[in-house]
């Protein structure tokens, strides 16, 4: 079909990879007008994952952002035919989601909960509609189901040549049989590149190369957390009386069931999955598969017979294993690298990509156009991670725990047991010694809560108050009544210094940040749309020097934004592990404080947002008086190999004021309780500062910045389409964690961005965007609001500002 075609000498943009992704970013691209685009495919396409996906195409996911994915993906499928003339397969045959366990019952609820937020019908039904909607399953041990009527199926290989036509119909030049051999740059930016059938000179590269896109990236220097697994399904003969039904999710076994022409698939996400080196991948790997290990797989078989006993009777006529490659978190990888400009990832599917791939594509095309998506992935940009999740050892150890976690329980606050201990804290031993129970983040294990002698530091997974609640209650209320000390070593810790640093990041932060030496300012950098890009701290450190302090799980992203955005003379270094982190808060951290330090810690010598070099216990430090908790209180940034010295001073003289270990659970429900946003759950480049309630952090008469035009058009529009609102609910019992949807007088109008226990205030809170404009203390107390959990409302307060201290006097006294 393409040889016979010449390789251009230059084009606007190469895709490299003809999966469903490859040719969805071409269609995408060639819709928007984008026509000198050429995708180089190096056999056939759909020869290397997509030809043998089972074609799921499901329409509800964990997180908003991957059901976006899914939900624009239908819309697209189910129309391609009829533009491209080229079947795709897609049908609406439905889908059933069963549950066996209780929690099971409860996350199913809560996932039918959230389908109504994306306008997703779904309903829940008994053993008895089931078996109508499934003629032949066993219904022993069900508990309940749910039916979502308008998922579907699709034909991959169909559906991706109705892409690929679809994108040739518009322009762009599809190359079989040509393998991209070297990504060309100059200066760390794309160039072109070079394949086995010529150079091409382009301006952009997006690698859609599916389990090879760890390698091709590598060439260049881009480290990607991708690693392949094996995965498998079986076919069954033909099964007498099989017509088109619903896709079958049994998750408790981990199987799926698909009719197919009368026959029955039935694949799984087995819990100790195989890793797949790319050794094992021939160089002519194309529509190759594996031999299936049938000892491996024989107990999800066994399983899928006692769901649907048919199977039992029914010969197997193909055992199929092939590879597919997963994520260290189970998200995809998408956007620019901070490595190379000019080159875009969308890769690391997690047996999604079929689902997924419409909706992929139009992100990625728009991206790469427009230099922003067309919404908010970031829980899927590229940028998320952290060197230390990027070497072979860890993507190898961990990948295959995550495939097993597909269809395992999401369950609130779950850690993966594999791959851990990647970057420890100068506290590590301390913290471990004192009862702490770790989590990870980006490599980073935290404390994240304390057992009590005698109790065990690990935690029982519920969807009710779990095991640690009352520990976390304890941290809680020692920094609202006394004093707690948290480790926050894993924070990101940037130094720009030079003659220039104000001036760049004058231009960088929406705030004002030229300020006297040791103010501290709490600011953003915003995109030209003014929306938020980055939520952080920035400290005046010296007149040539600053500190912009942000969290572990915006550190990459950070520093790219800021490596991409300062110009002239400045320096930029990141000093996050050269410092360890402690934050002492509460009524009584200044007391605790005083007796370590000479420095005068009144409110007058060092008042609040204010920052010093001091001598604590014998070291030498920067220490600032801020709080995340809302309380009165001082953060610590120590050399780190004196960080253990420090925190065990810190402990010593803390005795008579019952100091305690805090843990990052703790902080998380107090600086809800403040209404205190988190970026990436509660602000993200979608949302604007007057949604959020920031707005009086910017500066819009101390000088220009990025995204000051937005700013001041969203200034000028006297109002905001939706806002974002704290929600405290009646009930004490219930339990909030996020994506539950918020209910304005009887109407679904958003859900939470962040959800957690308020022990200070004695019931579950969370925050949430609200969508209906104007929103105003008056409004909001004439209307009814309700917070959905697993299907209940639950009456719930809604107020602008947090629930705990909303005048926010507590951190200056
Ligand atoms: C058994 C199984 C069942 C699945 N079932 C489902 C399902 O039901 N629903 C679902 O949504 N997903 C499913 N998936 C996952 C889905 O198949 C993948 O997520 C999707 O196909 C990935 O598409 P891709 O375009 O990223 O990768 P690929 O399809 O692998 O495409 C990448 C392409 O890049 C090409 N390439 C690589 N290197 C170069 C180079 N140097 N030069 C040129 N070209 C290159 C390759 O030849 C290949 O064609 C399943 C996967 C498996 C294994």
């Known amino acids: 079909m393409s040889d016979s075609q010449v390789l251009p ?44 996906a089972a074609g799921l195409v499901s329409l509800l996911w964990p997180t ?14 189910a129309r391609l035919e009829e533009e491209t003339g080229q079947a795709t397969g897609y049908r609406r045959v439905g889908s059933i989601s069963l549950a066996r366990t209780e929690a099971r019952l409860e996350e199913i609820k809560r996932t039918s909960s959230m389908a109504k937020v994306f306008g997703v019908e779904s309903e829940m039904i008994d053993n008895t509609r089931l078996a109508e909607l499934y003629p032949g399953i066993n219904t022993d041990g069900i508990l309940g189901a749910l039916y979502t009527p308008d998922d579907g199926q699709t034909n991959p290989i169909d ?27 100059k200066d760390n930016v794309i160039t072109g590149i070079r394949t086995d059938k010529g150079k091409v000179e382009v301006d952009q590269v997006i690698l859609c190369g599916g389990m090879w896109t760890r390698e091709l990236a590598k060439t260049v220097g881009v480290q990607l957390p991708i690693y392949a697994c094996e995965h498998s399904y079986i076919v069954t003969e033909e099964m007498p009386g099989l017509t088109q039904r619903p896709v079958l999710r049994d998750y408790d076994r981990g199987l799926y069931f698909k009719e197919d022409a009368g026959k029955m698939l039935v694949g799984w996400f087995e819990d100790n999955a195989i890793g797949l080196s790319m050794d094992r991948i021939a160089d002519d790997f194309c529509f190759d598969q594996f031999p299936c290990d049938q000892d491996h797989v024989e107990p999800y078989v066994m399983g899928s017979m006692d769901t649907f006993p048919q199977l039992e009777t029914t010969g197997i006529r193909t055992w199929f294993n092939g590879p597919e490659s997963f994520t260290n978190d189970n998200l995809h990888i998408l956007g620019p690298t901070s490595e190379i400009d000019k080159l875009f990832i969308a890769a690391g599917m997690n047996s999604k990509g079929i689902g997924a791939g419409g909706g992929v594509g139009k992100i990625m095309a728009d991206w790469m156009i427009d230099g922003y998506p067309s919404g908010d992935v970031s829980e899927c940009d590229i940028r998320r991670h952290h060197p230390a999740q990027q070497h072979e050892d860890y993507v190898a150890e961990r990948i295959p725990e995550v495939l097993g976690h597909t269809y395992a329980m999401h369950w609130p606050f779950y850690q993966y047991d594999s791959a851990r201990d990647q970057i420890h804290s100068p506290l590590h031993a301390q913290l471990s010694a004192a009862g702490a129970c770790f989590g990870e983040v980006c490599g980073h294990e935290r404390a994240n809560w304390f057992a009590n002698p005698g109790q065990q530091a690990k935690y029982e997974y519920s969807y009710k108050k779990p095991n640690w609640f009352n520990n976390t209650k304890q941290e809680h209320m020692a920094m609202r009544e006394g004093v707690g000390m948290y480790d926050m070593s894993s924070f990101g810790k940037f130094e720009v210094s030079g003659p220039a640093a104000a001036k760049n990041l004058q231009y960088i932060c929406a705030g004002n940040i030229d300020v006297p030496v040791g103010k501290v300012v709490y600011t953003h950098f915003l995109n030209a749309r003014g929306g938020i ?32 955005r300062l110009i002239d003379d400045v320096l930029l270094q990141d000093i996050s592990m050269n410092f360890g982190g402690l934050a002492i808060q509460g009524p009584l951290s200044r007391q605790l404080l005083q007796k370590v330090t000479d420095t005068d810690l009144s409110n007058k010598a060092f008042p609040f947002a204010t920052g010093k070099l001091v001598d604590l216990a014998g070291v030498r430090m920067w220490m600032q008086r801020l709080s995340y908790v809302g309380e009165l209180g001082w953060e610590l940034f120590v050399p780190a190999q004196h960080t253990a010295t420090v925190y065990h001073a810190l402990h010593q003289a ?46 819009p008469n101390a000088g220009s910045f990025i995204g000051i035009n937005g700013f001041k058009e969203q200034a000028a529009a006297n109002g905001t389409e939706r806002r974002l609102v704290q929600f405290k609910l009646d009930d004490p019992e219930a339990m909030l964690f996020h994506n539950e949807p918020i209910v304005m007088n009887g109407e679904i109008v958003g859900y939470l961005t962040s959800g957690m226990y308020g022990h200070a205030v004695g019931s579950a809170i969370g925050m949430g ?11 909001l107390s004439k209307a009814t609001f309700e917070i959905e959990i697993a299907l209940k409302r639950y009456s719930a307060q809604a107020s602008l500002q947090g629930f705990y201290d909303p005048k926010g006097l507590r951190p200056k006294g």
């Open 159 to 185: 559906t991706t040549m109705a892409l690929a036509k679809g994108a040739r119909m518009n322009g762009v030049k599809i190359f079989e049989n040509t393998v991209m051999e070297e990504l060309l740059t």
């Open 769 to 779: 965007y609200v969508n209906s404009p104007n929103l105003s203390p008056i409004r």
């Open 9 to 52: 000498e230059k084009a606007r943009i190469a895709i490299i990879g003809g999966g469903i992704i490859g040719t969805s970013v071409a269609y995408h691209l060639a819709k928007r007008g984008i026509k000198d685009v050429i995708l180089i495919e190096r056999k056939q396409l759909t020869c290397g994952t997509t030809w043998h």
């Open 64 to 77: 908003p952002t991957l059901t976006n994915l899914a939900k624009y993906s239908h819309e697209l499928y």
């Open 654 to 699: 803390g005795e008579e004021f019952g100091l305690r270990n805090v843990g990052m659970h703790a902080v998380n429900s107090a600086r809800m309780e403040k209404g205190f946003v988190h970026w990436g759950h509660d602000v993200g480049p979608e949302d604007n500062l007057f949604e959020a309630g920031l707005s009086w952090a910017a500066k």
């Open 533 to 564: 890009e980055a939520d952080v701290t920035v400290v005046r450190t010296a007149e040539t020097t600053y500190w912009v302090i942000t969290g572990i799980s915006s550190h990459s992203r950070d520093w790219w934004h800021l490596n991409h």
